[in-house]
C-alpha cells in the first residue's frame, strides 16, 4: 500500500507559475506521475517519471516546456513545476504511483492502483 497526500495547488493569472508536491508514503514506487481532471472530462496523464539509476520523464504535448517533474528518492516526494500556466491548464490535479508500465501516457488513468486526493489549479486569463 501507498499513501499520496498532494499539496500546491490554487488560484493563479495567465502566465504563472505553481509547484505542486506529493508526498509518498508506505511503499515506494519507481516510477510515479500526475494527471489532471477538468469538469466534464475525463482524467488525463500530464507526466510520468521512472526516478530510477536513469531518471526518464515524459510528457504530455500539451505541456512540454512548460512543465517539470521532479522526484527527490531520499524524501520520497514527487514534485510537478508548471511554468507559463494557461486557463486550459485549469484541472484537478492528482499524484499517482505504480508499477511502470502503467506510468505511461499511453496507458488508460483506469489502470493505476494508487491515487492521491488531489489539489486544485485554476488558471485565470
Known amino acids: 500500500q501507498v499513501q499520496l497526500v498532494e499539496s500546491g495547488g490554487g488560484s493563479v493569472q495567465e502566465g504563472e507559475s505553481l509547484r505542486l508536491s506529493c508526498q509518498s508514503s508506505?511503499?515506494?514506487?519507481?516510477?510515479m506521475g500526475w494527471f489532471r481532471q477538468a469538469p466534464g472530462k475525463e482524467r488525463e496523464g500530464v507526466a510520468f517519471i521512472d526516478a530510477g539509476r536513469d531518471v526518464s520523464t515524459e510528457y504530455r504535448d500539451s505541456v512540454k516546456g512548460r512543465f517539470t517533474i521532479s522526484k527527490d528518492n531520499h524524501k520520497n516526494i514527487l514534485y510537478l513545476q508548471m511554468n507559463s500556466l494557461k486557463p486550459e491548464d485549469t484541472a484537478m490535479y492528482y499524484c499517482?504511483?505504480?508499477?511502470?508500465?502503467?506510468?505511461?501516457?499511453?496507458?488508460?488513468?483506469?489502470?493505476?492502483?494508487?491515487w492521491g486526493q488531489g489539489t486544485q489549479v485554476t488558471v485565470s486569463s
Open positions: 508506505g511503499m515506494r514506487y519507481r516510477c
Open positions: 499517482a504511483a505504480d508499477i511502470c508500465s502503467r506510468m505511461r501516457l499511453d496507458r488508460p488513468a483506469r489502470e493505476v492502483n494508487y
